[in-house]
């Protein structure tokens, strides 16, 4: 893994802004810093995805009667229970497989999954969803979440790439689950990403930690970068940022390069688009999806989308 982030960390720190694609937060401490996030009340796509899910699980389970779950980016796998619940319900010898770059977290709840589910096969895979890899399961009996608005760390060509991949990988009648954040008022998308207790600029600033001890770096201290967040209306997306407090000079010896940032500068390190939904089928469509359903929260808040493999 330490080779992905010197190469991540080579095509995008000497760029202009700097950036880091978000799959570096998640170390051992970076995912239980988000599992925190989902619970802020500043944090409202977990509780809404949670809604839509619960009101929404049987439907989705009865459509697809699912054989084999694959999930990206589990995390925790926390709102999952509400899909296996209903997946098992009507197929107890369920197949389920997180996939996830956080290797502790994925096996602790991996674990947790297989003794609270005894009949269903738990097989967690360290990996990276942006990779291209074959799908486990009998074509046709398949079903893909993708849940926590986590497609929204894509760019439009990085989306638009793993959609491609996702349904090369998969087979007619396969099935996609979706969860997708929606545009809303700035304010309350600039308060789930900068909330009042701090929680989200601990998130970001592990970061530094992270480049720090994977790419022995010195003269690099989480304390020289203050959380950042702004909300680009252009291509509807939160962004957040690293801010350099004072100016930064580092010696990564990992990469046997120096590294400077002048301060007020900043790393890009997370995007999250907010989507229009009937965009999003769009995509969906072009990568080879038909949107089955679609639900939102009463607030509008959120969504997810069955969509089938055509
Ligand atoms: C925003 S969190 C969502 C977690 C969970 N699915 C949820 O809905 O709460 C993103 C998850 O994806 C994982 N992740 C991020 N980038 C990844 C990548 N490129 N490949 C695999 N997992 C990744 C993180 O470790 C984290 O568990």
Known sequence: MSGGLAGDALAGLWQSPPSLPARWFYDERGSRLF?????????????????????????IAGRCVAETVVELG??????????????????????????????????????AIARDYPETTVEPVVADFAE???????????????????IGNFDDAQRG????????????????????????????????YDDSVGVTAEFNRNLIEVLRATLDAEGLYVDDFE???????DQHRIEMWLRARRDVTARFRA????????????????????FHLPDLHTELATAGFTPVDAWADPAGDFSVTLARAN
């Open 35 to 59: 599992d925190e996030i989902t619970r802020l009340p500043e944090y409202y796509p977990t509780r809404r995805e949670t809604e839509i899910l619960r009101a929404h699980a049987d439907e």
């Open 74 to 111: 589990a995390g925790m796998s926390t709102k999952t229970r509400i899909l296996l619940d209903a997946c098992t319900a009507l197929r107890p010898t369920l197949h389920f497989v997180p996939v996830d770059v956080s290797g502790v977290v994925l096996a602790e709840a991996a674990a």
């Open 132 to 150: 291209p890899r074959p799908l486990p399961g009998r074509p046709g009996g398949r079903l893909v979440l993708f849940l926590g608005g986590t």
């Open 161 to 192: 790439a793993f959609l491609g991949r996702l349904r090369a990988a998969l087979a007619p009648g396969d099935h996609f689950l979706l969860g997708a954040d929606l545009v809303k008022a700035p304010s309350r998308l600039l308060a789930a």
């Open 227 to 233: 959380h950042a967040v702004r909300w680009n209306a």
């Open 255 to 274: 990469l046997g390069r120096d590294w400077k940032l002048p301060a007020g500068d900043g790393v890009l390190t997370e995007i999250s688009v907010k």
